[in-house]
């Protein structure tokens, strides 16, 4: 079945540092790749998405790039801020009748430390 | 245009109680899916839904979970007789007709004591 793995953390990084979180995937067909963030308390909030391969997803500074030879999607931030401490969750669409039922991996806990 | 809304956002039950979890979706949005999450896991598929139909459920425990999405109201997903196990946070997504990306409900906490 599809499933998504993801770099277990937490990950803790001092500002301006560069963040990678990888994310790899194993799914039938074509799947469309997800970052969901959820700060504290909080549902999740869509960070990005690609729907094919070499698409690159970017927002609020994050980008991830769909590469399908190597099934990842692998987020990368050039440098964060203590406001993006937070859960980052990678996920795929599972294609439950051609809509968005999603896979997720089990998050990557980001804390950056002033 | 509001966000997808999950009521309420805590809820305590005693075992054996039953857990009723509402969410509203998107406005426009015809497709509802249900998720659960663990302590320090991630989400995990339970059902997908549109009106008055389940699409698949086959992330649904066996036995005292449903869910429903009627015509007219929220998706109400259900868990009779509690169990401790059970304490999670449910969260509740939306999606329009055409796949575009899921949009999340704040979640219901739900404790079972």
């Known amino acids: 079945g599809d499933s998504v793995t993801q770099m277990e953390g937490p990950v803790t990084l001092s500002e301006e540092a560069f963040l990678t979180i990888n994310c790899t995937y194993t799914?039938?067909?074509?799947?469309?790749l997800f970052w969901y963030v959820q700060y504290p308390g909080e549902g999740l909030q869509l960070l990005l998405k690609?729907?094919?391969?070499?698409d690159k997803g970017s927002n609020k500074g994050f980008e991830a790039t769909y590469r399908k030879e190597t099934t990842s999607f692998h987020l990368e931030k050039g440098s964060v801020q203590v406001s993006d401490s937070a859960v980052y969750f990678c996920?795929?669409?599972?294609?439950?009748?051609?809509?968005?039922?999603?896979?997720f991996g089990k998050g990557t806990h980001l804390i950056i430390q002033p | 245009n509001a966000g997808v809304m999950q009521n309420p956002r805590h809820l305590v039950r005693r075992r054996g109680q039953e857990a009723r979890l509402r969410c509203s979706p998107m406005?426009?949005?015809?497709?509802v899916y249900w998720y659960r999450q663990l302590p320090e896991e991630g989400l995990k598929f339970m059902v997908y839904?549109?009106?008055?139909?389940?699409?698949?459920e086959s992330g649904m425990p066996k036995e005292r979970f449903s869910a429903e999405f009627p015509k007219e109201g929220p998706s109400i997903l259900r868990i009779q007789q509690v169990v401790r196990g059970d304490s999670a946070a449910y969260f509740c997504?939306?999606?329009?007709?055409?796949?575009?990306?899921?949009?999340f409900g704040q979640g219901t906490r739900l404790t079972v004591v």
């Open positions: 690609a729907t094919k391969a070499d």
């Open positions: 839904l549109q009106k008055e139909n389940i699409i698949d």
């Open positions: 799914a039938t067909g074509y799947p469309s």
């Open positions: 996920a795929l669409s599972a294609a439950r009748g051609g809509a968005d039922g999603l896979t």
């Open positions: 406005k426009g949005h015809s497709h």
């Open positions: 997504a939306s999606s329009p007709p055409r796949p575009a990306g899921a949009f």
